[in-house]
């Protein structure tokens, strides 16, 4: 088995309070200066800068898990990815079609811009990605898995936009993958809150909006490859593969 680092939940300029440093060439850079082997991309209900992000790593020799932080009905933050393009493209229509058309203010929550390989912006996005979608977390568990992806509720112990500031409890017929937990969680002080999903493995990532934020903490990851089929493994801790955090 290998260990590899992971930082799981990063946000790019298409996030509307995403810095406007975090471009995919330097969320890279950061990455490798970082020693991290895997990051997911996560931006708030879209993927639109996930296969940009994993084109630019191959070089690098970063695995990029493609996903999304999602806003469901109930305003509870969740991590999705997925094992392809098009399956990723799949749940990019469901979150379009799902996602209310508010507008963005961008004097308020800033600007939401796609760029290319060379950092020139290619489109701004008028609708705030800030805004819940019209599905449950029911719903949109179903959908993810329905597409053979990732299921994690984010960052348990904040206050707000958390399964637990939302809902109270974690549901116990909530198919989940894992449990996300922010960088300075101590890890006693959330497992009462997990009731029933006690089992499930903890990953904390940096949700980082900053450049200088990526990579701050880290899961490990120990597992034969980098491969989204492994990382699922290594999840569900099958075939002795498993995750750690510090």
Same mark, same amino acid.
């Given at each position: 088995m290998n260990k590899y680092r992971a930082d799981l939940h990063i946000h790019t300029v298409l996030s509307p309070c995403g810095n406007l440093e975090m471009s995919p060439a330097n969320i890279i850079k950061k990455a490798c200066e970082k020693g991290l082997d895997i990051i997911g991309i996560t931006d708030h209900n879209s993927t639109r800068h996930c296969k940009l992000v994993s084109k630019l790593s191959e070089l690098a020799g970063i695995f990029v898990l493609m996903g999304a932080e999602v806003t469901t009905r109930e305003e509870v933050h969740c991590l999705t990815f997925f094992e392809n393009d098009s399956?990723?493209?799949?749940?990019? =229509?469901?979150?379009?079609?799902?996602? %209310?058309?508010? %507008?963005?203010n961008t004097e308020k929550f800033g600007y939401q811009v796609v760029v290319d390989e060379?950092?020139?912006?290619?489109?701004?996005?008028?609708?705030?990605?800030? /805004?819940?979608?019209?599905?449950?977390?029911?719903?949109?568990?179903?959908?993810?898995?329905?597409?053979?992806?990732?299921?994690?509720?984010?960052?348990?112990? =904040? %206050?707000?936009?958390?399964?637990? /500031?939302?809902?109270?409890?974690?549901?116990?017929?909530?198919?989940?993958?894992?449990?996300?937990? /922010?960088?300075?969680c101590k890890t006693r002080s959330i497992m009462p809150s997990i009731g029933n999903q006690l089992g499930k493995s903890l990953i904390r990532s940096s949700d980082a909006h900053y450049i200088q934020d990526i990579g701050k903490v880290f899961t490990t990851f120990d597992m034969e490859s980098r491969t989204f089929s492994e990382i699922k493994k290594a999840l569900h801790n099958s075939m002795e593969r498993n995750v750690s955090i510090a």
């Open positions: 399956k990723l493209d799949e749940f990019q =229509r469901y979150l379009e079609k799902h996602l %209310p058309s508010i %507008p963005n060379n950092e020139d912006i290619i489109e701004q996005i008028d609708f705030l990605l800030l /805004s819940a979608l019209d599905q449950s977390i029911e719903q949109i568990e179903k959908k993810v898995h329905s597409l053979g992806g990732i299921f994690i509720p984010a960052h348990i112990d =904040r %206050p707000s936009y958390s399964i637990i /500031s939302q809902l109270g409890f974690i549901p116990d017929d909530l198919l989940i993958d894992g449990i996300e937990i /922010s960088a300075n």
